[in-house]
């Protein structure tokens, strides 16, 4: 016996320029997004050893979500030495798997610290970001960076 589940597709829209300063906030939390965004910066050269910075898009998903990714057409190198993962990934497959390792290291920390309602928000976005992944032409490759 098989069984179909009835998940409605999840879909990423690039935010505009004019609100992009919304973005950050209402993905990390008002207070740690200047933190959420530079952990994605350094988690990049860290997983990907040919990074060398550049712009970035942000994108809200369908379903309340969001994720950061380099706006460029080039594939990603990435390495997860500890679970022996390694795969190349398009630029917006390496975008959901930084931002996802981004918001679980918050949610950690925020934890304990005890500050659960920012660890809350952090693990809801996660959540959400993790079926947008499950959706995602590469979701093998980013399901496999995380494991």
Known sequence: MSYELNVPAITATVVEDEKRLDFLPQLFGRGAYLLGE???YALAGYYCEEYQGGYWRYNTLSCGGGFMCPDS????QVCVSSNGYSGEMSAEAF?????????NRMAWNAHGKGNTDQCD???VQWEKLR????QHGEA?????AWD
């Open 131 to 134: 079926a947008f992944a499950d």
């Open 73 to 76: 057409d080039k594939t990603y």
């Open 140 to 144: 093998g490759q980013i399901f496999r």
């Open 95 to 103: 975008g959901i798997f930084l931002t996802s390792m981004a918001l």
């Open 121 to 123: 928000h952090l693990i």
């Open 38 to 40: 530079q952990q994605v």
